[in-house]
């Protein structure tokens, strides 16, 4: 996940209109506006005052952006996160339970791909 759909997807959980988040970190809604379409990178500065206004640690805000050096992300480490890790999608928290269903049906996906795959090789 890019740094501007993070700013996006946080400032969102949060209710916050771009103006509201331009107005808690002192910039004007153009730049969140920027920084959202990740035609602009924040200054460690803002990225401090983004962070603070979305609630979170500056290493939550930008960890999506340094997770994997080989640009990849295991859906396993976002479906077994520990407890207190918040999980959102477009502007819902999923729930642990949300979770588990979600990944059932990854499971129940990946098992017909596998299934299908088999048939394919027998053929």
Do not use: C, H
Request: hydrophobic residues 40%.
């Amino acid at each position: 996940m890019s740094l501007g759909m993070r700013i996006r997807t946080l400032r969102k959980a949060l209710g916050l209109t771009q103006q509201g988040l331009a107005d808690r970190t002192q910039v004007s809604r153009i730049y969140i506006q920027a920084l959202e379409s990740n035609r602009r990178t924040p200054s460690m500065k803002l990225l401090s005052r983004l962070a603070e206004a979305l609630e979170v640690e500056v290493q939550d805000l930008v960890k999506s952006l340094t997770a994997s050096s080989t640009g990849r992300l295991q859906l396993e480490e976002v479906l077994q996160a520990p407890p207190d890790t918040e999980v959102w999608y477009r502007s819902k928290r999923l729930k642990p339970r949300d979770l588990k269903f979600v990944q059932s049906l990854i499971d129940a996906a990946v098992s017909r791909w596998e299934a299908e795959d088999g048939a394919d090789e027998g053929v």
